[in-house]
């Protein structure tokens, strides 16, 4: 089974300043029809998950374009261009044909 | 606008069974495959099971099978969760969710299971 994990676990972040978070695998996400399944959620406080970058580049409907993913077979990284306080919450990478999350990430503002 | 309602949610006895419930809507139900995923308490996100389109072909993560059963009904825009022999770590809110190409892009706002006597 596929292990998903993300450093670090907590960011401290100053509004503004950019956030990066990575995901790591633990074999490669590479599926057979050649595309790589990994997505980003959001989950801010007392809220669902929220679907934010999919196929590792890909933003969602309505997401910011300050949220950018990118990577490649095992490592993967989420980045926050400025981070706003809306931003605050727990951030999760997703393997979706593999049924692997990652523990998460929570992001808070210093 | 998508929107899944999650609802069945309580508390129920260690061994007891309960259903979840997702009303669906602002999309084409019938042509998505749906998935359950919970989390418990503090902690992160955990994959239940998911169902294909047509209800036909349900997948379990392997800690859930034989106690867990998906299914859907399309007239009605509804995907169930029928949870069996419940335990306390069992105990999480459950989301269903649309699961659209290995995505899950959108969520509800969960349904709260407690196990415990």
């Known amino acids: 089974d596929v292990v998903m994990t993300q450093t670090p676990l907590s960011s401290p972040v100053t509004l503004g300043q950019p956030a990066s978070i990575s995901c790591r695998s633990s074999?490669?996400?590479?599926?057979?029809?050649?595309?790589?399944?990994l997505s980003w959620l959001q989950q801010r406080p007392g809220q669902p998950p929220r679907l934010l970058i999919y196929?590792?580049?890909n933003r969602f409907s309505g997401v910011p374009d300050r949220f950018s993913g990118s990577g490649t077979g095992t490592d993967f990284t989420l980045k926050i261009s400025r981070v706003e306080a809306e931003d605050v919450g727990v951030y999760y990478c997703?393997?979706?044909?593999?049924?692997?999350f990652g523990q998460g990430t929570r992001l808070e503002i210093k | 606008e998508v929107q899944l309602v999650e609802s069945g949610g309580g508390l129920v006895q260690p061994g007891g069974s309960l259903r979840l419930s997702c009303a669906a809507s602002g999309f084409n139900f019938s042509a998505d495959w749906m998935s359950w995923v919970r989390q418990a308490p503090g902690k992160g996100l955990e994959w239940v099971a998911k169902i294909n389109p047509d209800g036909r072909e349900q997948y379990y993560v392997d800690s859930m099978k034989g106690r867990f059963s998906i299914s859907r009904d399309n007239a009605k825009n509804s995907l169930y969760l029928r949870m069996n022999t419940l335990r306390a770590e069992d105990t999480a809110m459950y989301y269903c969710?649309?699961?659209?190409?290995?995505?899950?892009?959108?969520w509800g706002q969960g349904t709260l299971v407690t196990v415990s006597s």
């Open positions: 074999q490669s996400l590479v599926h057979s029809d050649g595309n790589t399944y």
């Open positions: 196929q590792i580049s």
């Open positions: 969710a649309r699961d659209v190409w290995y995505r899950l892009e959108y």
């Open positions: 997703m393997e979706g044909t593999q049924w692997a």
